[in-house]
């Protein structure tokens, strides 16, 4: 369990100088708890937690507080809330296909354009939401998908060729072993997409 410090005084306290609340599978940073607990919380909103308060000259209490959750990012994401419609239950199973689409992929040495674009396309479906909480370089590759997909798209449909390197960084940075890789990395670093 996390747990973090408060000044409030909850009610039945006196002489309290230190208060600890412990989240009881919550989520959040919030000013009724008085501390900053992200590691659980998903998106943006108002949250009601399960917190324990232990004060130094009380027993432990438990009740319900409203927390407010706010994620805030200086890098804007290159991608819109509209095309974010893959249920997750669906991004389970592309994950399993992704799997046979990177066998083929190292056969063949390169992803085709249409296969970029798909890549990057459920790397937004899978992290859009968490957005605010992924690191500024993890946001960043999330960025430089979208410019890349584009890039792809646009010259598949024009019908004119990519340089080789093109394809062998696509390969590299987006392909399908790339998309699984991306979500290991975010599970090691707090960010569970499942």
């Known amino acids: 369990m996390d747990k973090g410090r408060g000044s409030d005084t909850p009610q039945g306290t006196q002489n309290t100088t230190s208060v600890s609340y412990r989240t009881?599978?919550?989520?959040?940073?919030?000013?009724?708890?008085?501390?900053?607990?992200?590691?659980?919380?998903?998106?943006?909103?108002?949250?009601?937690?399960?917190v324990q308060v232990i004060a130094t000259n009380a027993e432990p209490a438990q009740g319900l507080a409203?927390?407010?959750?706010?994620?805030?990012?200086?890098?804007?994401?290159?991608?819109?809330?509209?095309?974010?419609?893959?249920?997750?239950?669906?991004?389970?199973l592309v994950i399993i296909g992704l799997i046979f689409a990177g066998i083929v992929e190292i056969r063949r040495g390169h992803v085709g354009r249409p296969g970029i674009a798909l890549n990057v396309f459920f790397l937004w479906q899978l992290f859009f939401e968490y957005w605010a909480r992924l690191p500024n370089w993890f946001q960043v590759y999330l960025d430089i998908g979208s410019v890349v997909a584009v890039i792809a798209l646009i010259s598949y449909f024009k019908r004119f060729s990519l340089p080789g390197q093109f394809y062998n960084m696509a390969l590299i940075g987006f392909g399908s072993f790339s998309v699984i890789a991306a979500v290991i990395v975010s599970y090691l670093i707090g960010v569970s997409v499942f």
């Open 24 to 50: 009881l599978g919550g989520i959040a940073q919030g000013a009724d708890a008085s501390y900053h607990w992200r590691s659980h919380a998903v998106t943006n909103g108002t949250y009601q937690i399960k």
């Open 66 to 92: 409203t927390v407010t959750v706010e994620f805030r990012s200086a890098i804007p994401p290159l991608m819109v809330s509209p095309l974010i419609f893959v249920p997750r239950n669906i991004s389970l």
